[in-house]
């Protein structure tokens, strides 16, 4: 038989994705036989034999297309749960891989599938099919050079680390990295459009259909790569959005609950893939995928559910009765969702078109993976065209009209992008997630007309065979057995996982028990399984290493770097001229001056560019935090409104990245100790549901962020009363705080007003530590509160890390520069016009009276002993506060390079970092804070003499 191939491009790229859809197979296979319950292993192995079946069929190869179709077969009853997973069904899919293996070989090396005999195999699948029972020496194959390697061991030896990671089928590091960018945005979108939906749920179609397409994108991205756990649990909600999205299904509070607590497992899941190695560690999604399949099938669904989540041994000593032979999930394909189009629907059409339709999707699907490497391909094209043709006319043929519209729109959108004179290739992205869509769509109406299907004669009718109408009932008896977020920990609290399945000793229909002790009894007697083993993976900060850009400045980037060659070429233009004539010093230093003042400016430029692009919106951190009001505020019983302002507010992304705990901690406390609760409001004539504002807005060259709320405010008698009782100060220390100094004591380490201890806060852990983070950020935290009427706490933060504007001055012989932001003013006073003020000095400069200190006395550096009648004096400003500094001279403002001190040096009072200047000489740089408590913390002291 001879087989030629009219394009040698697609014969190769079907080899390539061939033995990487065997690759995909064979290590699942092994992983099945420990876990033969996995539902998600069965569909991992599922789908890479269902591509290779369609891509042989339409290449045209008969035998593999054959045993991959046979194979298939088999794997979709054990999926339906109508055959169990044995060894003797595992040597049979195994044999079947090698064989494919083996005439995929022959393919690539003689360009023939071969003549190997599958028969004995295919007679094998066939049999067990028939409901025989296989032998194991009818699964070898005859007459091959890889007779050796068919497995016929029916346990696989033990391999503890593949069960507890696997690898990915990232192509790079920079493709798995755009994944995970694009999860973390999916889940953050997700969160906010569930929140978005539960305040106003009226007439918010197209906000369902976002969160709809949110979960179909994360499904298509997580199977690309083989993310067997997140494929599933996406797979699932989808299905469940999908009913809401028709209509078929009313979206209640209890639903909600249930799809932001799957959103956190996948939140979790993501949290679980490591980027270095580009592998993920396991975790068990089974009850949540039961749960959500329970929603949207109804409670017959639950009671099929229950053998998936005990032990067999337990069922039968619980029910009185002997095990089901079918322990498994049933798929939810053989039962009729939605009862319609049942009279006028021939079976053996259904068949038919059944066939047909997925055998088109499959064609589909390959087309676009081939034009994706090469969108030139016009056979492809037309071959993906009239795939549609077929899907579009058979959905007509059927009634299918919703199915049968939608292909005839890509029809026409695949038909106009080929008679255009635009690249197909800036096509395929979109017709990409047309096909996802048509193949939901396809798989949608054959689930809802799957009764029309002819029963197997094997299966006698039972009770729960019996088609089922989603009720509202059974949602919300599904939903009442989650741990919804109110009633327990929040995923930002506790790492364990959201739905942890019952332990094996329990009853299962047994209460749970409060949700927030099961967490605390799983976490700490639970018997160890691969989620608990590897917390640190789960609970480790991922951040994203990849940053967007605007392509605007990407070409103002290089429109810079063409006017800095340039001007380097004028550079050397000019040194050659000196050399060759240097009576001409006065002519060329002209030119050299008007080149510095171009390099200035184009370094300038490229300086602002560069920061732009290091640019991100607050918006990034600030979406995270309804989803926490929205949990915090059902777990505290207290109504609260966030209210965000100045989203669009930019940050260096490197700041961005890490204030996100410092506000959580605020918003907590706010929430916690501000906020009253409904009854107390109502006693003070304030509206019952209590407001917190999340704002963002630039402050001169810095960002302030502010968290405010209408609550009780600070009270500075009892924080007063609190510092002494815990020791922090004596009963006269805080008699002389001012209520600003009062106020301020929350920030005290081990300091918490809090009466009683709540899993919110009032541990006294939190606020010292918003401080010294915010500190690390060069920035600032400042308290305002009035009592009665709220608080608000203000976070100063710079631009940028990396180059600060700041003024030189010189004190004892040397240089240190003061961050201009914290620069209020330079002046200099009359040595006459210093008073004492409770042994401090101070001057009345513009009908405020400003305290005065030598910097010398605060560095420890040696006392300018010169007579000097007149002081050069910097007023710095700290959260509205002013300290004149005594300097020995004011020099020019700078824009300078912040350098670390690093650890050799430490932390150093009063110095933030240090810069290098342009003759090589390092300048420490002041920190403005830290000058100002070092100042109000002990005698200052001012000589004129």
Same mark, same amino acid.
């Given at each position: 038989?001879?087989?030629?191939?009219?394009?040698?491009?697609?014969?190769?790229d079907?080899?390539i994705?061939?033995?990487?859809?065997?690759?995909?197979?064979e290590?699942?296979?092994?992983?099945? =036989?420990?876990?033969?319950?996995?539902?998600?292993?069965?569909?991992a192995?599922?789908?890479?034999?269902?591509?290779?079946?369609?891509a042989?069929?339409?290449?045209?190869?008969?035998?593999?297309?054959?045993?991959?179709?046979?194979?298939?077969?088999?794997?979709?009853?054990?999926r339906?749960?109508?055959?169990?997973?044995?060894?003797?069904i595992?040597?049979?899919?195994?044999?079947?891989?090698?064989?494919l293996?083996?005439m995929?070989?022959n393919? @690539?090396?003689?360009?023939?599938?071969?003549?190997?005999?599958?028969q004995?195999?295919?007679?094998?699948?066939?049999e067990?099919?028939?409901?025989?029972?296989?032998?194991?020496?009818?699964?070898q194959?005859?007459?091959?050079?890889?007779?050796?390697?068919?497995?016929?061991?029916?346990?696989?030896?033990?391999?503890?680390? !593949?069960?507890?990671?696997?690898?990915?089928n990232?192509?790079?590091?920079?493709?798995?990295?755009?994944?995970?960018?694009?999860?973390?945005?999916?889940?953050?979108?997700?969160?906010?459009?569930l929140?978005?939906?539960?305040?106003?749920? !009226?007439?918010?179609?197209?906000l369902?259909?976002?969160?709809?397409?949110?979960?179909?994108n994360?499904?298509?991205?997580?199977?690309l790569?083989?993310?067997?756990?997140?494929?599933?649990?996406a797979?699932?909600?989808?299905?469940?959005?999908?009913m809401?999205?028709?209509g078929?299904?009313?979206?209640?509070?209890?639903?909600?609950?249930?799809?932001?607590?799957?959103?956190?497992?996948?939140?979790s899941?993501?949290?679980?893939?490591?980027d270095?190695?580009?592998?993920?560690?396991?975790?068990?999604?089974?009850?949540?995928?039961?749960?959500?399949?329970?929603?949207?099938?109804g409670?017959?669904?639950?009671?099929?559910?229950?053998?998936?989540?005990?032990?067999p041994?337990?069922?039968?000593?619980?029910?009185?009765?002997?095990?089901?032979?079918?322990?498994?999930?049933?798929?939810?394909?053989p039962?009729?969702?939605?009862?319609?189009?049942?009279?006028?629907?021939?079976? @053996?059409?259904?068949?038919?078109?059944?066939?047909?339709?997925?055998?088109?999707?499959?064609?589909m699907?390959?087309?676009l993976?081939?034009?994706?490497?090469?969108?030139?391909?016009?056979d492809?094209?037309?071959?993906?065209?009239?795939?549609?043709?077929?899907?579009?006319?058979?959905?007509?043929?059927?009634?299918?009209?919703?199915?049968?519209?939608?292909?005839?729109?890509?029809?026409?959108?695949?038909?106009?992008?080929?008679?255009?004179?635009?690249?197909?290739?800036?096509?395929? !992205?979109?017709?990409?997630?047309?096909?996802?869509i048509?193949?939901?769509?396809?798989?949608?109406?054959?689930?809802?007309?799957?009764?029309?299907?002819?029963?197997?004669e094997?299966?006698?009718?039972?009770?729960?065979?019996?088609?089922?109408?989603?009720?509202?009932?059974?949602?919300?008896?599904?939903?009442?057995?989650?741990?919804?977020?109110?009633?327990?920990?929040s995923?930002?609290?506790?790492p364990?996982?959201?739905?942890?399945?019952?332990?094996?000793?329990?009853?299962?229909?047994?209460?749970?028990?409060?949700?927030?002790?099961?967490?605390?009894?799983? +976490?700490?007697?639970?018997?160890?399984?691969t989620?608990?083993?590897?917390?640190?993976?789960?609970?480790?900060?991922? $951040?994203s290493?990849?940053?967007?850009?605007?392509?605007?400045?990407?070409d103002?980037?290089?429109?810079?770097i063409? @006017?800095?060659?340039?001007?380097?070429?004028?550079?050397s233009?000019?040194?050659?001229?000196?050399?060759?004539?240097?009576d001409?010093? #006065?002519?060329?230093?002209?030119?050299?001056? =008007?080149?510095?003042?171009?390099? +200035?400016?184009?370094s300038?430029d490229l300086?602002?560019?560069?920061?732009?692009?290091?640019?991100?919106?607050?918006?990034?951190?600030?979406?995270?935090?309804?989803?926490?009001?929205?949990?915090?505020?059902?777990?505290?019983?207290?109504?609260v #409104?966030?209210?965000?302002e100045?989203?669009?507010? =930019?940050?260096?992304?490197?700041?961005?990245?890490?204030?996100?705990?410092?506000?959580?901690?605020l918003?907590?406390?706010?929430?916690?100790?501000?906020?009253?609760?409904?009854?107390?409001?109502l006693?003070?004539?304030?509206?019952?549901?209590?407001?917190?504002?999340?704002?963002?807005?630039?402050?001169?060259?810095?960002v +302030?962020?502010?968290?405010?709320?209408?609550?009780?405010?600070?009270?500075?008698?009892k924080?007063?009363?609190?510092?002494?009782?815990?020791?922090?100060?004596?009963?006269?220390?805080? +008699?002389?705080?001012?209520?600003?100094?009062?106020?301020?004591?929350?920030?005290?380490?081990g300091?918490s007003?809090?009466?009683?201890?709540?899993?919110?806060?009032?541990?006294?852990?939190?606020?010292?530590?918003?401080?010294?983070?915010?500190?690390?950020?060069?920035?600032?935290?400042?308290?305002?509160? #009035?009592?009665?009427?709220g608080?608000?706490?203000?976070?100063?933060?710079?631009?940028t890390?990396?180059?600060?504007?700041?003024?030189?001055?010189?004190?004892?012989?040397?240089?240190?520069a003061?961050?201009?932001?914290a620069?209020? =003013?330079?002046?200099?006073?009359?040595?006459?016009?210093?008073?004492?003020?409770?042994?401090?000095?101070?001057? $009345?400069?513009?009908?405020?009276?400003?305290?005065?200190?030598e910097?010398?006395?605060?560095?420890?550096?040696?006392?300018?002993?010169?007579?000097?009648?007149?002081l050069?004096?910097?007023?710095?400003? !700290?959260?509205?506060?002013?300290l004149?500094?005594?300097?020995?001279?004011?020099?020019?403002?700078?824009?300078v390079?912040?350098?670390?001190?690093?650890?050799?040096?430490?932390?150093?009072?009063?110095?933030?970092?240090?810069?290098?200047?342009?003759?090589?000489?390092?300048?420490?740089?002041?920190?403005?804070? @830290?000058?100002?408590?070092?100042?109000t913390?002990?005698?200052?002291?001012?000589?004129g003499?």
């Amino acid at each position: 038989m001879s087989q030629e191939f009219s394009d040698p491009e697609i014969f190769t790229d079907f080899i390539i994705e061939a033995k990487e859809h065997l690759e995909t197979i064979e290590p699942n296979l092994l992983l099945l =036989e420990k876990q033969p319950r996995d539902i998600g292993l069965l569909d991992a192995i599922f789908r890479p034999m269902h591509s290779l079946k369609g891509a042989s069929g339409f290449l045209g190869l008969p035998q593999i297309n054959d045993l991959a179709h046979k194979a298939e077969n088999i794997l979709d009853e054990l999926r339906k749960g109508k055959l169990l997973v044995n060894p003797d069904i595992m040597d049979i899919i195994l044999a079947t891989t090698d064989a494919l293996r083996t005439m995929i070989d022959n393919l @690539e090396t003689t360009g023939l599938e071969g003549s190997l005999n599958t028969q004995s195999i295919k007679d094998r699948i066939n049999e067990v099919m028939d409901g025989g029972s296989p032998s194991p020496a009818a699964v070898q194959i005859p007459s091959t050079p890889q007779e050796p390697k068919a497995p016929v061991v029916s346990t696989p030896p033990p391999a503890p680390s !593949d069960s507890d990671q696997y690898a990915l089928n990232a192509v790079s590091a920079e493709h798995l990295a755009d994944f995970l960018e694009e999860a973390h945005e999916i889940v953050a979108n997700l969160n906010g459009s569930l929140l978005e939906l539960e305040r106003s749920p !009226d007439g918010k179609d197209e906000l369902i259909n976002d969160i709809f397409r949110y979960m179909h994108n994360l499904k298509g991205n997580s199977g690309l790569l083989g993310f067997t756990e997140l494929n599933a649990l996406a797979h699932e909600a989808e299905s469940l959005l999908g009913m809401v999205r028709k209509g078929e299904m009313s979206l209640e509070r209890d639903l909600i609950d249930l799809l932001l607590t799957a959103t956190d497992q996948v939140d979790s899941l993501v949290a679980r893939v490591d980027d270095q190695t580009m592998t993920v560690s396991r975790m068990d999604v089974q009850p949540m995928i039961a749960r959500l399949r329970q929603v949207r099938l109804g409670e017959a669904a639950a009671n099929q559910d229950q053998p998936e989540t005990t032990a067999p041994a337990s069922d039968t000593a619980m029910s009185g009765n002997p095990v089901q032979p079918e322990p498994r999930v049933p798929d939810p394909t053989p039962q009729c969702e939605v009862m319609e189009n049942l009279d006028g629907i021939d079976s @053996e059409d259904l068949e038919i078109f059944t066939s047909t339709a997925r055998q088109q999707v499959d064609n589909m699907r390959l087309a676009l993976s081939m034009l994706a490497k090469d969108s030139t391909q016009r056979d492809t094209i037309d071959g993906l065209y009239r795939s549609l043709l077929t899907l579009q006319n058979s959905s007509n043929y059927m009634g299918f009209d919703e199915l049968h519209v939608y292909a005839e729109r890509t029809a026409k959108l695949v038909d106009q992008a080929r008679n255009t004179d635009m690249g197909f290739d800036m096509f395929l !992205d979109l017709l990409n997630q047309e096909q996802e869509i048509i193949a939901d769509m396809v798989e949608a109406v054959l689930r809802r007309n799957a009764c029309s299907l002819p029963e197997p004669e094997r299966e006698p009718a039972t009770a729960d065979s019996t088609p089922v109408i989603p009720q509202k009932s059974a949602q919300l008896e599904a939903t009442q057995n989650i741990s919804p977020a109110p009633d327990g920990p929040s995923m930002a609290e506790v790492p364990q996982e959201p739905l942890a399945p019952a332990s094996p000793a329990g009853q299962p229909g047994s209460d749970p028990g409060p949700p927030a002790a099961s967490a605390g009894t799983e +976490a700490s007697s639970g018997p160890p399984d691969t989620s608990s083993s590897q917390p640190a993976a789960a609970a480790k900060t991922k $951040t994203s290493t990849t940053i967007r850009v605007d392509h605007e400045r990407l070409d103002h980037l290089m429109n810079l770097i063409g @006017e800095l060659i340039i001007n380097r070429n004028r550079f050397s233009m000019l040194s050659k001229s000196l050399e060759e004539n240097p009576d001409q010093v #006065e002519q060329v230093a002209q030119q050299l001056t =008007e080149s510095t003042y171009a390099m +200035a400016r184009i370094s300038d430029d490229l300086q602002d560019t560069i920061m732009q692009v290091r640019m991100v919106a607050v918006s990034a951190v600030f979406s995270r935090f309804p989803r926490l009001v929205r949990d915090l505020s059902r777990k505290s019983g207290k109504d609260v #409104e966030l209210i965000t302002e100045g989203e669009e507010t =930019e940050l260096d992304k490197s700041i961005v990245e890490v204030i996100g705990d410092p506000l959580v901690h605020l918003i907590r406390n706010s929430m916690d100790h501000g906020l009253e609760g409904r009854e107390e409001r109502l006693a003070a004539e304030k509206p019952p549901t209590g407001r917190v504002w999340l704002r963002a807005y630039h402050k001169g060259n810095s960002v +302030a962020i502010e968290v405010e709320d209408d609550g009780r405010g600070i009270d500075p008698a009892k924080m007063r009363k609190v510092a002494v009782k815990k020791g922090l100060m004596s009963e006269e220390e805080a +008699a002389r705080l001012d209520d600003r100094e009062a106020v301020e004591l929350i920030f005290a380490p081990g300091f918490s007003s809090a009466e009683q201890i709540t899993d919110i806060s009032g541990r006294g852990v939190g606020m010292d530590v918003v401080r010294t983070n915010i500190k690390n950020l060069k920035g600032t935290v400042n308290v305002t509160s #009035e009592l009665g009427k709220g608080s608000k706490m203000t976070l100063v933060l710079p631009l940028t890390l990396a180059i600060i504007d700041a003024l030189m001055v010189t004190v004892a012989g040397a240089i240190y520069a003061i961050p201009l932001d914290a620069v209020s =003013e330079t002046t200099k006073i009359d040595t006459s016009m210093l008073t004492d003020v409770s042994g401090r000095k101070a001057i $009345t400069l513009r009908d405020e009276v400003l305290g005065i200190v030598e910097l010398t006395d605060l560095l420890g550096l040696p006392k300018n002993n010169n007579h000097r009648e007149i002081l050069p004096v910097v007023v710095i400003t !700290d959260n509205d506060r002013r300290l004149g500094l005594v300097v020995d001279r004011l020099l020019e403002r700078q824009e300078v390079v912040i350098k670390p001190l690093g650890t050799y040096l430490g932390d150093i009072d009063g110095i933030s970092g240090a810069t290098i200047m342009g003759d090589g000489s390092v300048v420490l740089i002041l920190d403005p804070h @830290e000058i100002y408590a070092m100042a109000t913390s002990r005698q200052g002291r001012v000589s004129g003499s």
